[in-house]
């Protein structure tokens, strides 16, 4: 059973375009919610997190909106760049458990 | 800050023989680290959890005799592939958590060890 359900799977958009991506779960019990950027032949790299006491937070251009009773988070890229293209998973945890990723979204900007 | 570095980057060996990959977090205590494994195109699946000074936790279906973890430790944790074969070819990621913040620490990942087996 997927814990995380990440979607979409793909995603291409213009430059300056604000990608969206979303992700949803079913354990209540998750207090932790951060987004990761992979490009390829790398690991991935802390992008932003939330937790649910908050239902948004800015980080430069990455915005987390966190829907607490919908059970739903979402990543908004502003001004997207062609250099943002990557593939970004959302994941989520519960206090001392390892992170449960989704399934990845694969993000092309394109000029 | 916050940075985790693996060893090797990539790495081919003959079917049968071991690999060992370390993982090591460059400016902060690691009392839990992490292994996963990444295929083509996929997303990042659980290996095991080490914590320093004690036994690995496998995941159901991770082979705890083909995939040894040690976490000597608090900044050092290594992965052996024994007698690899050609579907274990994969890309091999570890994760640290900053002990220094607790249950609640943020995992930060290395860039990935690429093990091919001949």
């Known amino acids: 059973q997927q814990q995380v359900k990440q979607s979409p799977q793909s995603l291409i958009v213009q430059k300056g375009g604000i990608p969206i991506i979303n992700c949803a779960y079913e354990?209540?019990?998750?207090?932790?919610f951060p987004w990761y950027q992979q490009f390829p032949g790398k690991g991935p790299a802390l992008l932003i997190a939330?937790?649910?006491?908050?239902s948004e937070k800015k980080e430069g251009r990455f915005t987390i909106s966190f829907n607490k009773s919908a059970k739903q988070f979402s990543l908004h890229i502003m001004d997207s760049q062609p250099g943002d293209s990557a593939t970004y998973f959302c994941?989520?945890?519960?206090?001392?458990?390892?992170?449960?990723f989704g399934k990845g979204t694969r993000l092309s900007v394109i000029a | 800050g916050a940075v985790v570095s693996q060893h090797p980057s990539w790495v081919i060996c003959k079917s049968g023989t071991s690999v060992k990959i370390e993982c090591r977090s460059l400016?902060?205590?690691?009392?839990?680290m992490f292994w996963y494994r990444q295929f083509p195109k996929q997303s990042l699946m659980l290996m095991a959890t080490?914590?320093?000074?004690?036994?690995?936790?496998?995941e159901q279906g991770v082979e705890k005799d083909k995939f040894l973890i040690n976490h000597a430790s608090l900044t050092l944790s290594t992965l052996t592939v024994t007698s690899a074969h050609p579907e274990d070819s994969s890309f091999y990621i570890c994760?640290?958590?900053?002990?220094?913040?607790?249950?609640?620490?943020?995992?930060?990942f290395g860039p990935g060890t690429r093990l091919t087996v001949l």
């Open positions: 994760s640290a958590r900053d002990s220094g913040r607790g249950p609640w620490g943020t995992q930060y």
């Open positions: 354990n209540t019990a998750f207090d932790y």
């Open positions: 939330i937790r649910p006491d908050v």
């Open positions: 994941a989520a945890k519960s206090g001392n458990t390892p992170l449960v």
């Open positions: 400016d902060f205590q690691a009392t839990t």
């Open positions: 080490s914590n320093e000074g004690s036994k690995a936790t496998y």
